[in-house]
T-cell receptor, first 110, second 113 residues
Framework: GIQVEQSPPDLILQEGANSTLRCNFS?????LQWFHQNPWGQLINLFY???GTKQNGRLSATTVATERYSLLYISSSQTTDSGVYFC????????????FGAGTRLFVKA | EPEVTQTPSHQVTQMGQEVILRCVPI?????FYWYRQILGQKVEFLVS????????KSEIFDDQFSVERPDGSNFTLKIRSTKLEDSAMYFC???????????FGPGTRLTVL
């Protein structure tokens, strides 16, 4: 089956720093989403990005579907950015099946 | 803003008991999903559901699990005879169409004793 790999697995940043999170996937996908899981366990939608580039405030994402990767950029990080960032790819198998990566655990220090 | 809701937020049950987890998807959405997340691990797909039928299911979704849309608003996940390893956070999600953006509920934490 498809492999979804995220890197780095863990990341510690000083408040104000920038970072790039990566998601590689091993096969063609229908779409890709980025989520932030906050310390309370909620999955917050960040981007729905099958291809191209999107920006939302300090966050932006780029997916290059032909090369099977997506990047999430966090600029001027804040302590509230802490949590786990997941990418999830959806496969069209006749039905719809979504595979999550293992996540990047981010801690932003004040 | 419309959101997916789930009840209960926390369920404690004894091994071997049946549990039903409930979800109310966003009202105009047509596709519904269940996922689980064992503590500290990644989110795992269980099942997708469309037009009152299972669209896709994972290897985890065995005969112990079933899903149902009993009325026009609720979407339920039933675990027939819970095991210790079923302890996890269960998330419901919905999307307007197959392949469109999924929105997740806050989850139900299931603890099996």
């Amino acid at each position: 089956g498809i492999q979804v790999e995220q890197s780095p697995p863990d990341l510690i940043l000083q408040e104000g720093a920038n970072s790039t999170l990566r998601c590689n996937f091993s096969d063609s996908v229908n779409n890709l989403q980025w989520f932030h899981q906050n310390p309370w366990g909620q999955l917050i939608n960040l981007f729905y990005i099958p291809s191209g580039t999107k920006q939302n405030g300090r966050l932006s994402a780029t997916t290059v579907a032909t090369e099977r990767y997506s990047l999430l950029y966090i600029s001027s990080s804040q302590t509230t950015d802490s949590g786990v960032y997941f990418c999830a790819v959806e496969l069209n198998t006749g039905g719809f099946k979504t595979i999550f990566g293992a996540g990047t655990r981010l801690f932003v220090k004040a | 803003e419309p959101e997916v809701t789930q009840t209960p937020s926390h369920q404690v049950t004894q091994m071997g008991q049946e549990v039903i987890l409930r979800c109310v998807p966003i009202s105009n959405h047509l596709y519904f999903y269940w996922y689980r997340q064992i503590l500290g691990q990644k989110v795992e797909f269980l099942v997708s559901f469309y037009n009152n039928e299972i669209s896709e299911k994972s290897e985890i979704f065995d005969d112990q699990f079933s899903v149902e849309r009993p009325d026009g608003s609720n979407f339920t996940l039933k675990i027939r005879s819970t095991k210790l390893e079923d302890s996890a956070m269960y998330f419901c999600a919905s999307s307007a169409l197959g392949g469109s953006e999924q929105f997740f509920g806050p989850g139900t934490r299931l603890t099996v004793l």
